[in-house]
């Protein structure tokens, strides 16, 4: 079973920036789709940007211009690029990935506070 491993969450100040990682648990794995989801406290799961296996971005009118994803090949992971952080954007960041079903990370924790 493939396993999703997020890395870089942490406290930030509102205005600051904060990059996600993401790495997949075996190198011949290949999703279709990757991308991030997120969940504040007493709010739903929801999908903050997806990447596709050709290149197609998409983002949550939330993030849009303030978040960037991208995905190195070689070395089979994504990321989530984040700037001008909000407090809003505080949630459990999820990696997220499409390839016959769908696979999960643990969540990281992304807390904007001053």
């Known amino acids: 079973q493939v396993r999703l491993v997020e890395s870089g969450g942490g406290l930030v100040q509102p205005g600051g920036s904060l990059t996600l990682s993401c790495a997949a648990s075996e190198s011949t794995f290949i999703p279709n789709i990757m991308g991030w989801y997120r969940q504040a406290p007493g709010k739903q799961r929801e999908p903050v940007a997806m990447l596709s296996n050709i290149g197609s971005e998409n983002y949550s009118d939330s993030v849009k211009g303030r978040f960037t994803i991208s995905r190195d090949e070689a070395k089979n992971t994504w990321a989530l690029q984040m700037i001008s952080l909000r407090p809003e954007d505080t949630a459990v960041y999820y990696c997220?990935?499409?390839?016959?079903?769908?696979?999960w990370g643990q969540g990281t924790q992304v807390t904007v506070s001053s």
């Open positions: 997220y990935a499409y390839s016959r079903g769908a696979y």
